[in-house]
């Protein structure tokens, strides 16, 4: 296996179908595997000690299940699917598990499931820049820039203070984001967050102020104001980790998940319900159909409908 043929296998990992909502098992699982790469040299690792850390690291950065077994869970079905190019996974004999097998945490326990990235990947993931390359590209793919910290600390990766010295993948595409978005939107909700109405500068320019996505620009959110909000810090972070979404009008809303106990933490309570600010005349709403998005595949709630899964 190349370095090319490496970043080509991740970029095609094939997903998880919940009904259309996105299902980055698989990517999450790779991450973290990174993590432990990283740490110990080796991604040898049973199916007992992957459950718990993938399954929350799945509840906490996709989309939420409602039954609480399947909640602890969830590391089954990446465990079992993952690709075989990437994955070695065996049973207690050294047997080789197929990807036909049950996606159940007690069947893989029972059978000793153990898995590695194969050597050829590992041996690449040693060369310089290589694991930074691999882990950016999975959080490029199917994440948001403001989810890329606390997954990095999730998984034990600081990619800052590592090694960036590995090329680009030959005829690798980075979908790159459009100049002129966020001063568009800074610009529509006049320099102002949508939702609590901070708008510090320094001099002439805003401080703590971004054009968050409602529609994440890596699940093929456009750069067009109609996707986009004016958020200080604080909400445009809480609105991609599912705290904060929309409502019809629109409205926040705040996920009957969030827990605080300080005054401060208390305020983004008091924003459920709240209108969101509209965009200067002229200047399109958001599109119900990205607000309908976030609320399916981003927004924490408890009792969210939940479809079959099925993984390729």
């Known amino acids: 296996m190349?370095?090319?043929?490496?970043?080509?296998?991740?970029?095609?990992?094939?997903?998880?179908?919940?009904?259309?909502?996105?299902?980055?098992?698989?990517?999450?699982?790779?991450?973290?595997?990174?993590?432990?790469?990283?740490?110990?040299?080796?991604?040898?690792?049973t199916y007992d000690e992957a459950e718990e850390p993938v399954s929350r690291l799945i509840n906490d950065f996709g989309p939420i299940v409602t039954s609480r077994s399947r909640a602890r869970e969830r590391a089954a079905m990446p465990f079992v699917h993952l690709e075989r190019g990437?994955?070695?996974?065996?049973?207690?004999?050294?047997?080789?598990?197929?990807?036909?097998?049950?996606?159940?945490?007690?069947?893989?326990?029972?059978?000793?499931?153990?898995?590695?990235?194969?050597?050829?990947?590992?041996?690449?993931?040693?060369?310089?820049?290589?694991?930074?390359?691999?882990?950016?590209?999975?959080?490029?793919?199917?994440?948001?820039?403001?989810?890329?910290?606390?997954?990095?600390?999730?998984?034990?990766?600081?990619?800052?203070?590592?090694?960036?010295?590995?090329?680009?993948?030959?005829?690798?595409?980075?979908?790159t984001r459009r100049a002129g978005f966020v001063e568009e939107v800074l610009h529509a909700y006049a320099y102002a967050c949508a939702f609590c109405g901070f708008d510090g500068a320094l001099g002439r320019n805003p401080v703590g102020l971004e054009a968050a996505h409602v529609r994440w620009h890596s699940q093929d959110g456009p750069d067009e104001v109609h996707n986009g909000l004016a958020l200080c810090s604080l909400h445009h972070t809480l609105l991609d980790l599912g705290v904060l979404g929309l409502l019809p009008g629109p409205r926040?809303?705040?996920?009957?998940?969030?827990?605080?106990?300080?005054?401060?933490?208390?305020?983004?309570?008091?924003?459920?319900?709240?209108?969101v600010a509209t965009p200067r005349p002229g200047r399109p709403a958001i599109d119900a159909a990205f607000v309908l998005w976030h609320g399916r595949q981003v927004f924490k709630r408890p009792g969210a409908v939940t479809a079959d899964v099925r993984l390729c």
Do not use: N
């Open 2 to 45: 190349t370095y090319d043929e490496l970043m080509s296998a991740l970029a095609g990992l094939r997903r998880a179908q919940i009904g259309s909502r996105r299902a980055p098992h698989k990517p999450l699982l790779v991450l973290w595997l990174l993590g432990r790469f990283l740490a110990s040299g080796s991604t040898v690792v």
């Open 86 to 175: 990437l994955w070695d996974l065996r049973d207690l004999e050294g047997q080789d598990i197929g990807p036909d097998a049950p996606e159940r945490g007690s069947w893989l326990r029972v059978r000793g499931a153990h898995g590695r990235l194969r050597p050829e990947v590992e041996t690449l993931l040693a060369a310089p820049g290589t694991l930074v390359a691999a882990a950016r590209l999975l959080l490029e793919q199917h994440f948001t820039p403001a989810l890329e910290a606390p997954i990095c600390e999730a998984v034990g990766l600081d990619l800052a203070g590592m090694d960036e010295a590995a090329p680009m993948p030959t005829g690798r595409k980075r979908r």
């Open 252 to 275: 926040i809303q705040v996920s009957p998940l969030y827990v605080t106990r300080s005054a401060a933490g208390k305020a983004v309570y008091a924003l459920h319900g709240e209108p």
